[in-house]
């Protein structure tokens, strides 16, 4: 299987001229840590690193990525709340000053809220997909009736919907909203296609997606 001796490959460029290229920024890191002031929500696809979009630095922006980059409501029940331990990491330690969600096109997530194929599968049989994009059935509704659900259409109106709803969401964290309310922290919605290479930013007052300048 050939996938590792690639990645292999890869560290070895990297090891070769992308470290030395970044040794006195990953010195820096080393020796002061980090102290990124923006945090990224955004999806575990493939096809849409935050790094390579926003074209950072090691070191400039604090990422979790899941599948269609959804942030689950402030609960108190016991698990293990991945999404929730990184936004208190970001917000109460790190101390962002902003956290983007950032949704994208061709998401295979939004695509499963919006036609719920997945439905009643068993847990690794899609079942696991089915139960996190369940937070997005409210948000489904209106989409699914002005557009139905399987036009390509519907699909990009769910995807930027899911983004509004991660919004919502982070606001239920009690240390979001305080920092918010006291202006430490601001919320931003984004929306990024590789069929155009365009990012879309959210506008905070109509919820409408506006290309970036």
Same mark, same amino acid.
């Given at each position: 299987?050939?996938?590792?001796?690639?990645?292999?490959?890869?560290?070895?460029?990297?090891?070769?001229?992308?470290?030395? $290229?970044?040794?006195?920024?990953?010195?820096?890191?080393? &020796?002061?840590?980090? &102290?990124?002031?923006?945090?990224?929500?955004?999806?575990?696809?493939?096809?849409?690193?935050?790094?390579?979009?926003?074209?950072?630095?090691?070191?400039?922006?604090?990422?979790? $990525? !899941?599948?269609?980059?959804?942030?689950?409501?402030?609960?108190?029940?016991?698990?293990?709340?991945?999404?929730?331990?990184?936004?208190?990491?970001?917000?109460?330690?790190?101390?962002?000053?902003?956290?983007?969600?950032?949704?994208?096109?061709?998401?295979?997530?939004?695509?499963?809220?919006?036609?719920?194929?997945?439905?009643?599968?068993?847990?690794?049989?899609?079942?696991?997909?089915? !139960?996190?994009?369940?937070?997005?059935?409210?948000? $489904?509704?209106?989409?699914?009736?002005?557009?139905?659900?399987?036009?390509?259409?519907?699909?990009?109106?769910?995807?930027?919907?899911?983004?509004?709803?991660?919004?919502?969401?982070?606001?239920?964290?009690?240390?979001?909203?305080?920092?918010?309310? &006291?202006?430490?922290?601001?919320?931003?919605?984004?929306?990024?296609?590789?069929?155009?290479?365009?990012?879309?930013? $959210?506008?905070?007052?109509?919820?409408?997606?506006?290309?970036?300048?």
């Amino acid at each position: 299987m050939p996938e590792f001796a690639e990645l292999l490959q890869g560290y070895r460029r990297f090891r070769k001229e992308g470290y030395p $290229r970044q040794k006195a920024r990953y010195d820096d890191l080393v &020796s002061k840590g980090q &102290s990124p002031k923006l945090m990224i929500i955004g999806c575990s696809d493939s096809r849409v690193d935050p790094a390579q979009i926003f074209d950072v630095d090691p070191g400039e922006i604090f990422v979790v $990525r !899941n599948v269609a980059a959804l942030v689950p409501p402030f609960e108190t029940s016991p698990g293990q709340h991945g999404v929730s331990a990184a936004l208190e990491f970001a917000v109460q330690f790190l101390k962002v000053r902003q956290i983007v969600v950032m949704g994208h096109g061709m998401c295979g997530g939004c695509k499963a809220a919006l036609t719920q194929d997945l439905h009643g599968n068993p847990l690794g049989e899609g079942g696991f997909v089915a !139960n996190w994009v369940h937070l997005l059935d409210e948000a $489904r509704e209106p989409v699914a009736q002005k557009y139905g659900t399987e036009s390509r259409e519907a699909e990009r109106a769910m995807e930027m919907a899911a983004v509004g709803v991660s919004i919502e969401n982070l606001r239920t964290f009690p240390c979001v909203r305080e920092k918010e309310a &006291s202006g430490e922290l601001k919320l931003r919605g984004a929306f990024f296609a590789i069929s155009d290479g365009v990012l879309h930013v $959210r506008n905070e007052e109509t919820g409408e997606f506006e290309p970036a300048e």
